[in-house]
């Protein structure tokens, strides 16, 4: 039989059900990762299931969101990191190593192996033909405990590659910025993007990283490449061409859709604010002032990238009244540039270089001023993420942002007689990599027990700040949800509306009690005190329209709000990893059978769902009533046969307990 490069994956690692689209499949996991925003809740959840060491052939927590250190609480989350990975046997990627997605990337991803990360950027390890999905920190946690990975198998769709990129002005940013106009925020929902054509050999591991990296925009479960040449050039320049192994498609492979893409028409584009999908060419902008550019985030800081930057910065002054921030992805990154002198070019060009971390893409520093025009090569520019509300977020390719940095204006690429640039990549990014221990390898578990008294005491002791508090877990669901509609809202609803990041909010990421307050808190301010109120009448509900939960994979967008007693979330759809995230922490997800059904609620309603445990182990319709009889309507739960026993156990933790009790 012929297959596609996701079937053979899959195939390769499958521990039960059928690889067809629509079925539960359960995978053997090579590799999780963590970062330090969700990483303490996925790390503490691990602790609660008591095994004494990872089960995962390579675990690594990572520390890259929290950077800024106004206070104790990021320093200790990272204390508490390195220890417990010390503790249970994971690598530890230590503060300033750079963004987990790049550094994955450079040190782990291989080609033909699966990895969970709790970072819904994860599938930028899909550019080294690896099935790379994000997921929420509970998911993590059991797999490091040793269960299989659970999904219910996408739709493949081919997207087929022909011709080359027009370099220097056409990037690999502007092809998936090309697929969002196209499929838009949620035209990714339920499938996988398998990339190839012939199309395929124009594009680097770091360009093709940069377009698995946005398929999360686009809510797909993982986007991937082939592994060719251009992947064993990449493992060569990491050290590691040893992981290298050919990957491609069967010829007759069969796919469930097709995509055309012709790279010969793509064309400079920008995100406009609020939404990734939001694309036009940049040439409808050209003349629009700009205050801000952000160069970097998991989508464009490689060392292409940033060499790419300088190559255009070289010789040049950023405008007066613009400010340049760069922040390469690595230290590795970061270290090349500086050793060739890149470095100086930018600094010179007057860019302000930050430190390798998130930084300004989840508003850690870098917020922009009142009403700023910012141009960020970043992944996300929905409203208010960049720390400041009415700033105006634009997506674009580095080459785009670049100039617009030179000129204080959006300038079209084609317009300024760019020289095709030659970028000499380091044949050895791995250099010098023996004399520094930003990476810090686990201990093999025998020696753990033999150096007693010798090894740090971060191998026996879990270290934990004030500000780490338990993870609260719900009750078993009731047989009734009676509970009032606390708040009712549109579509594409993004986690970053549950759940704000930026550098007030994440450093409470550790600590539910205190994040709760700040759920909703940039849409509707009212929203947690109201929560609190309902919680001792009988909770509350959630009303969303289409793609609710898009974007990030935070699982504080479903603690937090069942912690302030809400009980179901009833939407026209959800989007993949919040959903998840709902049913592991005992949260409701219900879909209108009807979805004009959901004109018939106003906020404030009370409903009613009764009969839920045998509805839920039945055919899974609940009908739902409004308290006073005004109306009534059919929603559907949509639950595989786990995802049941999860909701009915009141979330994955109790119910990963009750497995091993
Ligand atoms: C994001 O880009 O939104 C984040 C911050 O990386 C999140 C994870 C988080 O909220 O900690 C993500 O993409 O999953
Ligand atoms: Fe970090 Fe931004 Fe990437 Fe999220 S999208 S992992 S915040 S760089």
Redesign the pocket.
Known sequence: MAFNIVRKIFNDHLVYGQVSKGSAVGLRVDEVYT?D?TGTMAWLQFEAMGVDRVKVPVAVSYV??NMIQSNYMNADDHVFLQSVAARYGAWFSRPGNG???QVNLERFAAPGKIVLGT???TPTNGGAGMIAIGVGGLDAATVMVGAPYELTMPAVMLVRLSGRLQRPWATAMDVILEILRRLTVKGGVGRILEYGGEGVGDLTVPERATIT?MGAELGATTSIFPSDQQTLRFLRTQGRANEWVALKADADAAYDEVLDINLDEIEPLVAQPHSPDNVVPVRQLVGTKVDQVCI????N?SYQALATVAGLLRGRVVATDVNLLI?PGSKRVYEMLARDGTLAVMIGAGARILES???P??G?GGAPGSAHVSVRS???NFEGRSGTKDANVYLAGVVVCALSALHGQFVDPRDVGLEPQSIVEPTDMADGESLNNMLIAPLPADKLASVKGVSHPWHKEVKKGPNIKEVPVKAPIGDEINSEVLIKLGSNVTTDDIMP?GAKVLPFRSNIPAISDFVFTNVDAGFAKRANEAKVKGGGIIVGAENYGQG?SREHAAIAPMFLGIQAVIAVSFARIHRSNLINFGILPLVFKEPADIDLISQGDRLIISDIRSCLTGDQLFKVGEAASRYSFTCVANLNERETKVILQGGLLPYTRSLTE
Not at 296 to 299: E, L
């Open positions: 970062q925003a890259d969101h963004i987990c997605h970072d819904s950027h990296n970097g985030s998991c989508t800081s922040n971390s998130c930084g893409c989840i850690m970043f992944n996300r990041a990030s």
